[in-house]
């Protein structure tokens, strides 16, 4: 094909391309508002020792260890105590994502919920329990091998879902490439019926010279 028949095609058909687009991104749209917006709140641990080579290496080392002790389900009960929720400790821990930083020493707790506020208490009861903990075993030990963990500000959140401008353009782009499926498919449904000059002299690779005028009744 050449490019004028994409040309022809599009200006026959470019409609049907356009109507999908709109039609899938309304419909994306749609979706979106109808689900029900998640809050993802962040806490940010800092963990901190004795200001050498030796000490510092040692609680990048452990930092994966904190993690492991925060992300268990007697924590999660702990905040669940604490904040008095009407969850297991299953289902809290089934939206929390407790993870160490490769290139500081911080820990991050995230945590996703449907209310923006009770996703910031859970993250920050969460995250402090780490603080309590190394607080108590900070008092068993010398003042010069005590790691400290503390909150580096207070938690911070975002709406997590629904992306609804995203949705939105994707939908958009989709209908748009499901389109241009339809249309070229119905091109290639319709490819062996001629019906212009054109059609003849692509097939038969002939030119027409002439044709005849159609008689009215």
Not at 19 to 45: D, H
Not at 164 to 186: D, K, P, Q, S
């Amino acid at each position: 094909m050449e490019f004028k028949d994409y040309i022809r095609i599009l200006r026959r058909r470019g409609w049907l391309i356009i109507l999908l687009s709109i039609l899938t991104a309304a419909a994306a749209f749609g979706f979106s508002k109808m689900q029900a917006p998640v809050y993802e709140a962040s806490a940010r641990l800092l963990i901190t020792s004795r200001p050498d080579f030796g000490q510092t290496q040692a609680v990048r080392e452990l930092q994966r260890n904190f993690a492991a002790y925060l992300l268990s389900t007697y924590r999660a009960q702990d905040v669940i105590n604490q904040l008095q929720l009407d969850m297991t400790p299953g289902q809290l821990m089934s939206n929390v994502t407790i993870a160490p930083s490769t290139s500081e020493s911080v820990i991050q707790v995230n945590f996703e919920h449907t209310d923006q506020h009770t996703a910031e208490q859970v993250a920050r009861t969460w995250a402090d329990q780490l603080r309590l903990w190394r607080e108590s075993e900070n008092a068993k030990l010398r003042q010069e091998d005590r790691i400290e963990a503390e909150l580096l500000d207070e938690p911070t959140s975002r709406l997590a879902r629904p992306q609804t401008t995203i949705n939105t353009a994707a939908g958009a782009v989709l209908g748009a490439l499901l389109g241009i499926i339809v249309v070229f498919a119905l091109e290639w449904m319709e490819s062996g019926i001629v019906r212009r000059a054109e059609d003849v002299e692509r097939y038969l690779e002939i030119p027409v010279i002439g044709n005849i005028p159609q008689q009215s009744s």
